[in-house]
Each structure stands twice: as structure tokens, then as C-alpha cells.
């Protein structure tokens, strides 16, 4: 079923609280014409993915930037299943050496991640794309 | 989709299905089967009564509505909550934030957030509002919030969507007279003044109260003044009261009934508009290509050239 | 202007100019040529001084590196507090001069490493410290007496200090002869770092009982470290950098003046925390200019009359924004002219970053290059070896003044809006960081902005550089060595000094000596912090974008 407008819920897990790069990703995608629920700092996982299932979105961004990013992605997958909200994707980025993104998007506890120098233009053409692509399987 | 597929999505809703709450608010926002969708909800909800609360951006509105839940928590009902923020006039998009204000409820199954954008909509407010929060009362949320931003003329017509329109302002800032201006006085049902703390509030008080007075003659609803803060914990059990309160008004007076039939009429009226549009529009395509024959520029000449020669039997002029 | 630059100025504007851009990393345009004409409103001995000297535009001591160099002062901390103990030791074997704690992020939020919200940040950005314990491994061996230690701790600032006072006394060492600083600095969490706990009318209580407790029995010690840092990492501009601090800096005079104390009794030990980023006459204009402004206000506003008081101290930290992910190499001398910077400005102490710090914490190798850059720049560049060298120059001076006015229009703006507490409630601060944050990032995107190996002079292929790793076993370990811990002390005692802190909390007297006594009876952070949210509550932002 077709949304007219990508919801992308923008959260910040953890006790981290720099939020630079999730505010400016924020209006990013708001100048992108996508309607962002902006989760604010200090979240748990349980809080966040209750978010994305209230508030429908196609997408979970995450900006992690205190290290704790292998225990916080596969965490939210595992909610996500247990809430039959799969269908949600979900991408991250912050000071993740290349290293962990290789093992965490071959497991599957992420779609997509950035790390900095990644521009909001690359990471908006990515979220399209790749809802764009799943909407034509549909 | 088929109907089957959404006949189950609404049973899981009236099942307490979250994810069904949340996909069905989804469709009709984007009017996708909507009528079906909200026919079927209609049918087995009451049209319980919504308050709405509105006010300047900082007054302190989601920190009340916070403080509402957790007061109508406390009383262990569930509550469900519509917050709408302004869509950009350029890209469409928004960045909705409310519910950072409403933390203590993020893993509570009991309350339901749902955060929406203005989309473009002139009214300013979303189309399907009332039918979302239709959706969250069929979902078991039984008291049901609506939360906009703003004072100005676009804002107040999402609040026509509730049954008691809660109006926050701070004290020390010009808040009291930008509410005359922008007409706000005739919807506001109850006047918040939140961080009362802040100096100005007793004076912000009486100039409401003033106004009141000249406005009010006749009728039979008062709107209340309340001093609250949120930061103090003050005053937000006497709204909570008011609002009681107001409802009971409402019920006793028949003015719910009232409501809810200008309710109706609107939403009726908006449902032909959106057909006789459409009707417009596959007509205007066909005269628009007409237009293409035309070299002169009169525009009162062409319109009803086309018009006569398009609905033959209609003159122009009746 | 002067007929004479004018005449220059025809004919430069008849040359080709190349593409530029020609502004600051703070986006503010700077002219191609200052001469005479940009200075003459200038006094020296009003508006410069000698180092050492009202307003102390040139410095703060007469001699300053002449004197004594900058203190070498490596940020450090990471997994459990004996892996930072070695790492300390191994700074100062290689002629670092100070100690500079990190702490994780369960720490710095007040949570206890094993309470739920710490799950996989134990030990990550930090090292680890819920009690007394682990304050006593983590100093074991360093003679507390001769090194000075700052501690970037804030919201929990009062408990940690009182940790660090036990452990040294346990040591040998008598509190009145410790020398640091600790970062307790909440303002700024509110306006960019984001590390809060408590609502900020009772973080305030908390700073004034540190510097009330600091003047009887630590009176060498820094009790705040007014923080620009991190304003200008969460994206401020140089001058929203400069002006925002001082403006927290004035409002904790004016809440220690409020709270009873006179303002010589505590200004002398309030020193700054600034960043120092690529722009390089940009930040050294910046330094200047706060040390004039503080003196200024300090003596005319706050009337104080000691002249530690009116002087400007601060620690310089390079600017983290600036370094890169591709080709890391390139960020070691991007830290080495932001020290270069940080030295012509004349910081009291320096920390550089390492180059490998986008991505992970430094290795050892790449702390070293870092502490080595400092090492270069004070033995070998000569730029020490006259006081303040850039004085009188046309461009430094003219972007000094600037960046006073550009200042003093902020505080104007603050005052209006009832101070910084009520600024930080309108979301003033945040809303221009924000809009700066977002300026800069269009600007790199739009290649307004160059950066190296980002958007120009990209190379292709992988990074490989070797990382910090941190063990997750080091989270089992500390929560393990935690439990043991609390089994092993007197519950009761602990119990007792708790309820003592609640009560005391609720009342106004210095609290202090309770965190002292609750420290003593190795009661953990976390708990004492619960108890204080209890009394306190907590601090939740409306976020603007």
C-alpha cells in the first residue's frame, strides 16, 4: 500500500547525548519533503521502536556515537521481530569503524551505515532508493 | 488492497493491535480506502469527546498533555494523543517533535502517540484529523487529546475538530493580545496560563478575565482561567477538573450534540467539495484543450464561450 | 582608510580574484588586506596591556612561556580504571605534564555499570567508575601531590570530586594541596553537550556548594572549567563560541554572588575550556578577545578587585568537528596547526586530538603523535619564545575587536531574554547552534567548502589504520568487581549517609560533606544519584532543529 510522504523516526539511543548530525540529518530529510519523528536523547531501544510502530515509519535512523552501536542495532531488529514490524528498516550512522559495519550489515542488524563525511545528500538518495525499490517489488 | 486483508486490520484494531492502530491511521491519512475503512470504525465507536489543546510555539503544551496522560493514567485509562506540527510550505516535509515532551509514557501500551504533519492542507490542519482519532478511540483509547501548534487563523480549524478547546499562554509575553487578534477567544473553551511561576500571570489573568467579560454575556459557558506549571506541579489538577467539567457541559447542555452536527456538516460539505472537484477537474481537462483554439485574451469572453459551448443547455449568465 | 590603501584597493579590485571562499570556518568574510587605517582606534594600554597586564589582551602571566611552558595535558580514560591507570603512566613517562580523566557515559550520567540504561556503554567513550574503589585503581601509584588532574565530569561533578579528595587523602595527600580542575560546567550540557541529569536550579545549588566547599578545603583547585568546547562541536560559530561562554561564565559569578560569597573568594579559581579549530588567526583573535572581555567585566560589572580574578585561564582542546574520517593521516596536521593556534592565543594547558579519533578512541601510537605534536611546537618552532608575537598585527587586532563587538551584541540579546537560564529555555543558544550546524554542512555539500579528502582531493580504497577496541568483557568484569564490591562494604553505613544526603538536599545547606561522608562509606555514583533525583527530579529538552 503506498504512503504518500517516507516517515523516518530519528533517534538517539543511549546515554549519548550528541545530537549535531541527527538534527542536521533531521532537516535534511525534512528539506527532502520526508516527515521526520524526531525521538530525542537518552533512548532505549524498547522506546524507540514503540515510536516506529505508533507512528507508522518506513524507516529507523539512528546516530550513535559512543560505541555501544553492536549491542543497540541488533537489539532493535530483535524488537522489531518480536513486534511483527520487520518491514521497518533500519539505518545508523556515527563512529562506526569499518570493521563493525561489515559484520553488522552481513548479519542483518542494519540496512545501511554512514559514518562521518557521509553527506545528507548521499543519505536522503539512499533512503529513496531504496523505498522506491521496495515499493516496485509490492 | 482487498477487503478481506482489511477487514482484518480493523478487527486487530478493536483487538488493541498497535501496529493495526497505527497502519489503519496510516491509510486514511493518505486516503487510501478511507471511507471503507472509517465506515467499518464508525460503526463500533461512540464519538467519545476530544480535547484539543493549542497555543503560540514554547507555551508548554506537550508538557501538559504529558501531564494530562499521566493524570488520566493514574485513573488507569487510556489515553490516545494526535499531535500536529507544521508541514513545510516548501519541501512538504516536517520534523514532528512532540512527543520528546512525552517521554515518561514511551513504553506505556496504554497510551498511543501519533504524530502528524499539516501537509500543505489550507486549513492547516490534517484532513483526517477526527477520523485518526476515530481510529485511536476504536484502538481502546478512550480519552482522547489533539495537540496543535500555533494561534493563527489556520490552526483553529483543526481545533474545530474538538469538543473542548484548551488555549495555553505564558505570562510576560504578548500571548493575551496576539489571542485577540487572531480570533481565539471565540474557541477557547478553557484559557491555560502555564509557567505561571514567570511573573505576569496574575496580570495575564485579569486582562483574559476582562475580556471575558465583555465577550461572555449570555452564554452559558465561562471559560475558566487556570494557573498552571508544570515544572512546579501546580494547577493541573484544577484543569483536569475544568475539563471534567466542560464535558459535563457539554453532555447536559446537548452542546456536544450541537458539535457534533456542525461536525457533520463540515465534513459532508468538505466530502462534495472533494467530488465536485474532481468532477471539476475531469471537466476542465476537456475544455482546457480547447483552449488551444483560442487566440483571443479576453478572459470573461473565452470562459463563456467554452461554458456555452461545453453545457449547451446552460446559459452563462443564469 | 588612507589615500594610500585606497589607491591599493582600486587596483586590487581591478585584478582577478580566483574562486576563493575567502570566510572563516565560521563563515565570516575576511578582507584581502588590514593596514594602519583598521587600527587606529587603538589604545595599547587600554585595549592591549602587557602580558600579565589589565585587560590582558597579550596574556595572563608576564611571562608566560618564558615562564613555563602550557601544561601537556592528554585527555585520556577508557574501559576499566586499571587499563586507564596504565595509560596515565605511560602519558607521563612521556613527558605529559598533567592528567585529564575520561569518563564513560554510565558515569557521566549517573548511572552504575550495572543498572540497565548502561548496557553496552561501560567502559566505551570512558573509563568506568561507579565508587571509591575504582577511584583508588584508577589513581594508584600517581603522586597526587605533584600532578594536577582535570576531570571532564559535570552533572555528577560533586560526587566524583569528593572521590578523587578521599582517594588522594588515602594516599597521604591533604585535599588543600590537590591541584586540578573539574569541568562542572552544566549551562553548557543544557546548550550542547547534553549530559544532564538534574532541572538546572538545583545544578546551579550543586556548582555554588563546590565552590563554597573549594575555598575552605581544596583552595587549589580549579572548581569549574567554563566550557566552549563543546558549543563549537555541536556546530557554533568562533564567535557564538566565545560569546555563549563567557555569558555562562558571568552567570555563574552572578550565582555565586547570589548564594552569599563574594566574588574574589571564588573567581580566581574559575578557569575556561575552549576549542581550537582550523581557522587559524579566526580562533587566536578568539582567545585575545575573551581574556579582554572577562577583565572587563570582571572589574567593571562584578567589581573584583583581586587580579585573579579578572584573569581569563583556559585549556585548549583541538577541535574534534574538524578531523576526518578518509585518509586519517591528513588529521595530524590539522591538530597541529589548531595547537599552533591555541599557543599564539596563549592557553594556560593543550590537549591535541589524535588522528584516529573519528572513528575510535586513540591508540597508543596515535596518542603519541598527538602528545609528540605538542612537544614539536614547543621545542622546536620557536613560537614560544616571545610573548603574544602576533600583537600589532593589523589582521589579529581588527578580528579581535570583531569578535568583542560580535560579543557584547550576544550578551545584550541574553540579557533581554532574562539571562542564561532564560535563554536556554527560549532555546536561544540551540537554535543557533542548530542553524549554524546546518550552515556548515550545506556549505561542505554545496563545495562552498573544501575539506581535504572529503570533498576534494578524495582517494579512493579503504582506510586501514588500527583501532581501540574495547573488550566487552570489560563491562562483565566491572559489573562483576561492582557487585563484590557492594557485598563486601557496610550496607548500613551506606544506608545511613544516603538518608542523610536526601535529607540534606532538601535543605540548603552545603552538600558537600554528605557526598563526602556517602563517598567514605563507598556508597556508588549511581546511588547517590538516585537519591538526589528524588529530591531534584529531572531535566527533559524540547529540542529545536
Known amino acids: ?138 | 488492497m482487498n477487503k478481506e486483508a482489511l477487514d482484518q486490520w480493523i478487527a486487530r484494531l478493536f483487538e488493541r493491535d498497535r501496529r493495526a492502530t497505527a497502519k489503519l491511521i496510516s491509510w486514511v491519512e493518505d486516503d487510501i480506502e478511507r471511507a471503507y475503512i472509517m465506515r467499518s470504525i464508525l460503526k463500533k465507536t461512540e464519538s467519545k469527546l476530544v480535547v484539543g489543546i493549542t497555543g503560540p510555539p514554547g507555551a508548554g503544551k506537550s508538557s501538559l498533555v504529558e501531564a494530562l496522560t499521566k493524570l488520566y493514567r493514574s485513573k488507569d485509562e487510556r489515553v490516545g494523543i494526535v499531535a500536529v506540527d507544521p508541514s513545510s510550505p516548501y519541501s512538504g516535509g516536517a520534523i514532528l517533535g512532540d512527543r520528546i515532551r512525552m517521554q515518561a509514557h514511551g513504553t506505556d501500551r496504554d497510551v498511543f502517540i501519533r504524530s502528524l504533519g499539516t501537509r500543505g492542507h489550507l486549513g492547516g490542519g490534517t484532513r483526517s484529523t477526527l477520523d485518526i482519532l476515530r481510529i485511536l478511540e476504536g484502538g481502546g483509547y478512550g480519552r482522547l487529546l489533539l495537540e496543535t501548534v500555533g494561534v493563527g487563523q489556520s490552526e483553529l480549524e483543526i481545533m474545530q475538530m474538538a469538543d473542548t478547546v484548551v488555549v495555553v499562554l505564558n505570562p510576560g509575553t504578548g500571548d493575551g493580545i496576539q489571542a485577540i487578534k487572531a480570533g481565539i477567544m471565540e474557541v477557547a473553551d478553557i484559557f491555560v496560563i502555564n509557567k505561571s511561576d514567570l511573573p505576569g500571570s496574575e496580570r495575564m489573568k485579569n486582562d483574559i478575565e476582562m475580556m471575558l467579560n465583555l465577550s461572555c454575556n449570555g452564554k452559558t459557558w465561562r471559560p475558566p482561567v487556570v494557573l498552571t506549571s508544570v515544572i512546579n506541579n501546580t494547577g493541573l489538577d484544577t484543569l483536569f477538573e475544568n475539563i471534567e467539567a466542560h464535558q459535563a457541559y457539554l453532555l447536559e447542555s446537548g452542546q456536544s450534540d450541537e458539535r457534533r452536527k456542525e461536525r457533520l456538516r463540515l465534513e459532508v460539505w468538505r466530502q462534495w467539495e472533494d467530488k465536485t472537484q474532481a468532477i471539476f477537474e475531469i471537466l476542465w481537462e476537456a475544455a482546457r484543450k480547447k483552449l488551444e483554439n483560442f487566440d483571443q485574451e479576453d478572459p470573461y469572453q473565452v470562459a463563456q464561450m467554452l461554458w456555452e459551448e461545453h453545457f449547451k443547455e446552460d446559459k452563462w449568465d443564469e | 582608510m588612507s589615500d594610500n590603501f585606497l589607491r591599493w584597493k582600486a587596483n586590487y579590485d581591478a585584478q582577478k580574484e580566483r574562486k576563493g571562499p575567502f570566510f572563516t570556518v565560521s563563515s565570516v568574510p575576511i578582507d584581502p588586506l588590514y593596514a594602519p587605517g583598521h587600527m587606529t582606534d587603538i589604545d595599547y594600554e587600554k585595549d592591549l596591556g602587557n602580558p600579565g597586564e589589565y585587560p590582558y589582551t597579550r596574556g595572563v602571566r608576564p611571562n608566560m612561556y618564558r615562564g613555563r611552558l602550557w601544561t601537556m595535558r592528554q585527555f585520556a580514560g577508557f574501559a576499566t580504571a586499571k587499563e586507564s591507570n596504565e595509560r596515565y603512566k605511560f602519558l607521563l613517562s612521556q613527558g605529559q605534564t598533567g592528567l585529564s580523566i575520561a569518563f564513560d557515559m554510565p558515569t557521566i550520567m549517573g548511572y552504575d555499570s550495572d543498572h540497565p540504561r548502561a548496557y553496552g556503554e561501560v567502559g566505551r567513550v570512558g573509563v568506568a567508575i561507579d565508587s571509591l574503589a575504582d577511584m583508588e585503581i584508577l589513581l594508584n601509584g600517581i603522586p597526587l601531590d605533584k600532578v594536577s588532574t582535570s576531570m571532564t565530569i559535570n552533572a555528577p561533578a560533586s560526587i566524583i570530586w569528593a572521590m578523587y579528595i578521599v582517594a588522594a587523602e588515602k594516599q597521604g595527600v591533604p585535599a588543600n594541596k590537590l591541584t586540578g580542575t573539574i569541568q562542572n560546567d552544566i549551562l553548557k550540557e543544557y546548550i550542547a553537550q547534553k549530559s544532564w541529569i538534574f532541572p538546572p536550579e538545583p545544578s546551579m545549588r550543586l556548582i555554588t556548594d563546590i565552590f563554597g566547599y573549594s575555598k575552605e578545603n581544596v583552595p587549589k583547585w580549579n572548581t569549574i572549567s567554563i566550557s566552549g568546547y563543546h558549543i563549537r562541536e555541536a556546530g557554533s560559530t568562533a564567535l557564538q563560541e566565545l560569546a555563549f561562554t563567557l555569558a555562562d561564565g558571568f552567570a555563574y559569578v552572578e550565582a555565586g554572588i547570589k548564594a552569599g560569597l563574594d566574588v574574589d573568594d571564588f573567581a580566581p579559581r574559575l578557569s575556561f575550556f575552549f576549542n581550537s579549530h582550523t581557522d587559524f588567526f579566526e580562533e587566536i583573535a578568539k582567545y585575545r578577545a575573551a581574556r579582554r572581555i572577562w577583565a572587563r567585566h570582571m572589574k567593571e560589572k562584578y567589581g573584583a578587585k583581586k587580579e585573579e580574578s579578572q584573569l581569563l585561564r583556559f585549556h585548549t582542546q583541538t577541535a574534534g568537528c574538524s578531523l576526518t574520517g578518509p585518509q586519517p593521516e591528513n588529521n595530524i596536521v590539522r591538530t597541529a596547526y589548531q595547537a599552533m593556534a591555541a599557543v599564539l592565543g596563549g592557553t594556560q594547558s593543550l590537549h591535541t586530538n589524535s588522528m584516529d579519533e573519528v572513528l575510535a578512541l586513540p591508540s597508543q601510537k596515535a596518542v603519541q603523535i598527538a602528545l609528540r605534536t605538542q612537544q614539536v611546537l614547543a621545542y622546536e618552532t620557536g613560537v614560544v619564545n616571545t610573548i603574544d608575537p602576533l600583537a600589532g598585527s593589523y589582521f589579529v587586532e581588527t578580528l579581535t575587536n570583531q569578535m568583542e563587538e560580535g560579543a557584547e551584541d550576544y550578551f545584550r540579546k541574553i540579557d533581554e531574554l532574562g539571562g542564561v537560564l532564560g535563554a536556554i529555555r527560549e532555546n536561544f543558544f540551540q537554535q543557533d547552534i542548530a542553524d549554524a550546524a546546518y550552515r556548515y554542512q550545506q556549505e561542505i555539500e554545496s563545495k562552498d567548502r573544501i575539506i581535504v579528502g572529503v570533498n576534494e582531493f578524495v582517494n579512493e580504497g579503504k582506510v586501514e589504520i588500527d583501532l581501540l577496541k574495547i573488550d566487552p568483557e570489560v563491562e562483565r568484569a566491572q559489573v562483576r568487581a561492582l557487585q563484590a564490591m557492594k557485598q563486601g562494604r557496610d550496607n548500613i553505613r551506606v544506608q545511613t549517609t544516603l538518608a542523610d544526603l536526601k535529607e540534606a538536599a532538601q535543605e540548603s545547606g552545603n552538600l558537600i560533606p554528605k557526598i563526602i561522608d556517602a563517598v567514605r562509606a563507598y556508597a556508588t555514583e549511581g546511588e547517590m544519584i538516585a537519591v538526589l533525583k528524588e529530591v531534584f527530579g529531572e531535566y527533559q529538552e524540547k529540542a529545536v532543529f
Open chain 1, 1 to 138: 500500500m503506498k504512503k504518500s510522504r517516507i516517515r523516518v523516526l530519528v533517534g538517539k539511543p543511549g546515554l549519548d547525548g550528541h545530537d549535531r548530525g541527527a538534527k542536521v540529518i533531521a532537516r535534511a530529510l525534512r528539506d527532502a519533503g520526508m516527515e521526520v519523528i524526531y525521538s530525542g536523547l537518552h533512548q532505549t531501544p524498547e522506546q524507540i521502536v514503540e515510536a516506529a510502530i505508533q507512528e507508522d515509519v518506513d524507516l529507523i535512523g539512528i546516530s550513535i556515537l559512543s560505541g555501544a552501536h553492536m549491542t543497540v542495532f541488533p537489539r532493535i531488529k530483535e524488537l522489531l521481530k518480536e513486534q511483527n514490524a520487520e518491514d521497518i528498516l533500519l539505518m545508523g550512522g556515527g563512529t562506526l569503524p569499518e570493521e563493525d559495519i561489515v559484520s553488522l550489515l552481513q548479519a542483518g542488524h542494519a540496512e545501511a551505515l554512514f559514518t562521518p563525511g557521509a553527506t545528507t545528500t548521499e543519505i536522503v538518495s539512499w533512503i529513496e532508493e531504496k523505498l522506491a525499490a521496495i515499493k516496485a517489488e509490492v
